[in-house]
């Protein structure tokens, strides 16, 4: 950029009120007289963007003149008001008709405006306002009150509205969305990123209406607009590869125009949920479900690992999960029917319709209720359930968003679960291969293991079998040990003997912790007392040195205790 001053090249008017005299002495008269501008080359530049670049802090476009030699494009001062009296400083780009140079001009005068006058909302407020807004305080009328406490200058309602409203369109983008942006932005979104943070589209179906659908003719509206997305990242479906089960569920309040989002995860031995990832789709019936669960196996594909073959379905009784589980997955698995929604299914109904609702509904339809159906799973559904809390309540801001914004509110939350599972941040989320020990399960084995019970062990293959007394017994006999291996009961009195044993299987060596035992305890934890308390015994493992809570007693006196009791007690 080269800057030169010059001799004025030219002159302009504006309309400005001026007090003239007349040469009748008698009559006083305003008149609006056109004063002259006088312009001076201020700089020059080589392209239209170095141009625009210089003058957008400071000056504002206000109007256009077109002229043989090329486009005039005036602009005044921004410290002004739009509708009020200006600036006397203005400058205009002079874009050449036969090159790409242009050139600035700017008058003689000065700023004559008020410079302490401040318009809009300072840089700091805007600044503030944004970190609430990024904080979840989203509400112009709690932005006020944080605001308030950091004593900063309170810009008007109206003025925070109006900010939020042009950051809320910055940072999500427009409202509107068509069906072929929403096309564009998927295959925007679709190439597999290095960052194994990253969000990015794994697989997706945009169908229009009047197309062939073929497929979808499960859906009752065949010829409407459908949609399914899913987005996922390189680490949350390393995840996947590790998983035996899937959790699945959809959730609505998210998407203003009230569009479900499916999640999809599972759970670890520590029973913390890991998503893969989530969808947006159209709907929640077969074709729905179906569409996310090919799209974890297309993710593999991405990932050159291994199809997934879970052994179980976590999720409710909605017959969309299970038929679209059951024709991604061939294999055989056990559906586990979350036992919270089953409870409450069941209460307060009469004995008559219990028995005849609890015979159809889950011991004919859903019979994988009850907890232990598969060992290392959850009986529940309750650690996807409170992940879809935290979406609405760090995610969302418990604020329903239109579906052109909910994308990159989507992408942002994929990004964090990513975030969130990286070895190298704080407090990482791992997905914990066998179950952690605390020291509260630790000090109850130790104990557990210093006790008398008569423990009998039978070689089974690779493994051990252990039959552990249960509760206060301190043996077996072997009756009903045969009874129990058997699984045959003459009356109800020995089927109830026979949860006062407990079978443990156990394995020798370091891979002790993938035990299995049918207690309560480790159906419901993954480990048990009995497991830790066993590998104590045997040697395994040692406890830690605060497990041992063995009180301290005070030193033994010296010589024959007395057998006297000290004076003034009862004897």
């Known amino acids: 950029m080269n800057t030169q001053k010059v001799v004025p090249c030219m002159s302009e008017s504006s309309d400005d009120e001026v007090e003239t005299n007349d040469n009748d002495l008698q009559s006083n008269k305003k008149t609006k007289k056109r004063q002259k501008k006088y312009w001076f080359k201020q700089a020059e530049f080589s392209n239209a963007d170095e141009a625009q670049a210089s003058v957008e802090l400071t000056w504002s476009k206000h109007y256009t003149n077109r002229s043989d030699t090329g486009r005039k494009v005036y602009y005044r001062?921004?410290?002004?008001?739009?509708?009020?009296?200006?600036?006397?400083?203005?400058i205009y780009?002079?874009?050449?008709a036969d090159s790409d140079k242009v050139s600035m001009y700017k008058t003689e005068d000065v700023h004559d405006h008020d410079e302490q006058e401040i318009r809009?909302?300072?840089?700091?407020?805007?600044?503030?306002?944004?970190?609430?807004?990024?904080?979840?305080?989203?509400?112009p009328k709690q932005i006020i009150r944080a605001l308030q406490a950091r004593n900063v200058t309170i810009p008007s309602l109206i003025k925070i509205k109006n900010y939020l409203a042009q950051y809320k369109k910055k940072k999500f983008g427009s409202y509107i969305i068509s069906l072929g942006e929403l096309e564009e932005w998927c295959k925007m979104n679709l190439d597999v990123p290095v960052d194994e943070n990253k969000s990015f589209v794994v697989s997706y179906q945009i169908i229009y209406e009047g197309?062939?659908?073929?497929?979808?003719?499960?859906?009752?509206?065949?010829?409407?607009?459908?949609?399914?997305?899913?987005i996922s990242s390189l680490r949350l479906l390393t995840i996947a590869s590790m998983s035996s089960h899937i959790n699945a569920d959809a959730t609505y309040k998210l998407i203003w125009q009230g569009y479900p989002v499916l999640i999809i995860g599972t759970t670890d031995l520590n029973k913390v949920f890991h998503p893969f990832g989530?969808?947006?789709?159209?709907?929640?019936?077969?074709?729905?479900?179906?569409?996310?669960?090919?799209s974890v196996q297309v993710g593999m594909q991405k990932m050159k690992k291994e199809s997934l073959k879970p052994t179980a379905l976590v999720a409710d009784a909605a017959d969309a999960i299970k038929n679209g589980f059951k024709n991604v997955f061939n294999n055989e698995y056990n559906q586990i029917m979350c036992w919270s929604h089953m409870k409450t299914k069941v209460e307060n109904r009469t004995i008559e319709d219990f028995l005849n609702y609890f015979d159809n509904e889950w011991i004919q339809s859903n019979s994988g209720w009850y907890e232990g159906i598969q060992f290392h799973t959850p009986s529940t559904n309750n650690a996807l359930e409170a992940t879809n809390r935290v979406i609405k309540d760090d995610g969302t801001f418990r604020e329903r968003h239109v579906l052109s914004r909910f994308l990159t509110i989507s992408s942002t939350i994929v990004h964090n679960w990513s975030v969130e599972r990286d070895l190298s941040s704080t407090n990482a989320k791992v997905f914990a291969k066998e179950p952690t020990i605390c020291l509260r399960l630790w000090t109850s084995s130790y104990q557990w293991a210093k006790t008398t019970k008569a423990i009998i062990c039978v070689q089974s293959g690779d493994s051990k079998q252990y039959y552990i007394p249960a509760r206060h017994l301190e043996s077996i006999s072997q009756a009903d040990l045969k009874r129990y291996t058997k699984q045959k009961w003459t009356s109800f009195k020995f089927f109830e003997k026979s949860y006062d044993i407990w079978c443990l299987e156990m394995i020798d060596g370091l891979s002790w912790k993938t035990s299995k035992c049918n207690c309560p305890a480790f159906l419901k934890n993954y480990i048990c007392k009995h497991m830790v308390g066993m590998a104590i015994r045997l040697k395994i493992c040692k406890p830690p040195a605060a497990a041992k809570t063995i009180p301290i007693n005070s030193k033994r006196k010296r010589g024959r205790p007395a057998k006297a009791k000290p004076a003034l007690l009862v004897q």
């Open 93 to 96: 780009l002079l874009y050449y």
């Open 120 to 139: 809009g909302i300072n840089e700091s407020v805007k600044r503030s306002i944004q970190e609430l807004f990024n904080d979840g305080i989203t509400k």
């Open 278 to 294: 989530l969808a947006i789709c159209s709907n929640e019936k077969t074709k729905d479900f179906e569409f996310i669960f090919k």
């Open 77 to 90: 001062c921004k410290k002004s008001k739009l509708r009020g009296p200006q600036c006397r400083a203005s």
């Open 211 to 230: 197309e062939d659908n073929e497929g979808d003719d499960d859906d009752e509206d065949i010829t409407e607009n459908k949609f399914r997305i899913f």
